[in-house]
DNA sequence: CTGTTAGCGCATTCAG
DNA sequence: CTGAATGCGCTAACAG
């Protein structure tokens, strides 16, 4: 039903492929200035738009990115990190007169199923959002050729280009704000052990405790989701412990999980921060205003959406080389849930 | 480089015809089961899958709804609201396994130029988060012939299909929890006057005042944003009234111009509620954990963006025919942010 | 300077 | 039951 180029051609009177140039700024092939006018006028009054497939099918680019990510049932309700992040991408992508393709349908765990769709000629390349580091899905994209950038995770493979914090710094840090605060006893409620920020945490977590020549003790170590439901559980499990074997501190791996552990101490009568600190990674916006405010790690999201997508089409256009292993720092925000232990 | 049809049939030594009549299932044209097999087999050891792009072409569905809003250039950030409607929507696409395509780059008050790419053949059909109802993008689409839905917006052309809530009734409600509370003077800060939900909340409020006996008041409505920092503008200047004529009760358009407001009431001494209430429409996250809780009108937004989406679904599988209004019900949340005048 | 031709990968007639 | 031919709309050589 919209108007095709051939009928662009026949009303300018000239034949298809002329149109094509001309609408394509193909000046090399010179044309007539006369001509060009007469094809443009045409194109114009016909209200010409060429189809995005055809061009696509005809080995053009289709000036569309895909955002892969999955989680579950529901995504930005649960999720204030991938919100902040595809808000990024997407101020970016606008900017560049691109657009976006949501995959919510994958699987991480089985890239041979999901894969297909993603290099169905859709799109030019690919955002990952911080896909799990036993997922097959880099392996198979590098094997496709499709250009992609990994957001919020890093691989080693040296023609995989990614853009995310320094998580083992950022952990180390703020574990020493609560070290410097006094305490010696510190758990770690985290996410699905197979998500690589959630052991580069841990690595930094590790560090700074043992910088300290303070004991690493596994069992303070206390996996479970990247959500509020998880953190109240672990910390109800944390509060079961011997008193005299209870940590002073717990830092939690993301804030999510942070505000579910605050809500279980609080449950359970215990004060934060006089009878417990509480600390998180990311500060995404509710970190401001939860009761008491929440000292965290700072992420900055927004620019890993954005400088991920600047990545990425500097990879499509083939300005930049694959490989290159962007991280951004983190930073300590300070607020009322930690304090000096009793 | 991906594995075409060809490769697929010369592998199981079939045409291309056949291969693309065993994969698509047209059992209708009867093929031999071993003929299946050996294409099957040949298809799945390839690891063949589809063009998308080729298949659109060929005149198939590509399995793909648009998502059409305009923000400005920022969006999740600043609007909960669309958050939780695009939750709901990918939530459903999910499920029917179909893909989204995010267009962020409309201009709402100029359709005729971002028409163009919304119709490119790249989906299926569209959503459109409320677009205002000066746009001309419904008239557009309508003679364009794409499957659409409106959400968050009603339109009264009887082909336009859409999914909302009763903002007239809803408006009225929150107004008389307001008026039952004891007030007389009531403030309405609202969102951009084009927006439809703008002057329907706008009628609700006022026929609530009416029904009351009470005096509608022109210079106590005041339009701004759907945005926060407007709801801190709009409040301040309530604030410089002399005090016989400010309001003791304040009626927001939506939960962001609320939290704004009460930040700046806030911010200039009064107590909420004892000096002013405050009351807000959406119940947005941060309703409930804002400094005092929001009283509001809550919307499912969620359920808003499920319901749009399966409808679209229903549209382009010609299983429902255009023109449906949905309406979904709200639901008054009181909270602290409201009680009697002093 | 411009028209013609040949695919891109697939679905779909229409003949056998 | 299966193959060959055609076209979807567009771009890119290649001729003129």
Redesign the interface.
Known sequence: ??VSIAEVAARAGVSQGTVSKVLNGRVAAQIALATQERVKIAASEL?Y??????R??AGKR?D?LGIVFAQG?????TSPYF??I??GI??V??RA?Q???????QVWSDA?QGL??L????CDGLLLISPPAESDIVPALLE??LPFVLVGDINPHPLVTSVDVDNVMGARKITEHLISLGHRRIAYLCGPPTVSSVSQRLQGYQDAIEADGIEFDLSLVMPGAYLQESGYERARELWRLPADQRPTAVFCGNDLIAIGAMAALHDLGARIPQDISVAGFDDI??AA???PSLTTMRQPM?LLGQHAAARLLALIQATEEPGFKEVLPTELVVRGSTAPPA
Chains 1, 2 share one sequence.
């Open positions: 039903m919209p209200g738009h060429p189809s995005a497939i055809a696509g099918l289709l569309t049932n529901t995504f930005f309700a919100a902040a595809l808000d997407l101020e992508v606008t007169k657009n976006t393709m949501l995959f919510t349908g041979r297909p769709i290099r169905d000629g859709r496709a050729k916006p509710s205003t939860s009761q927004h």
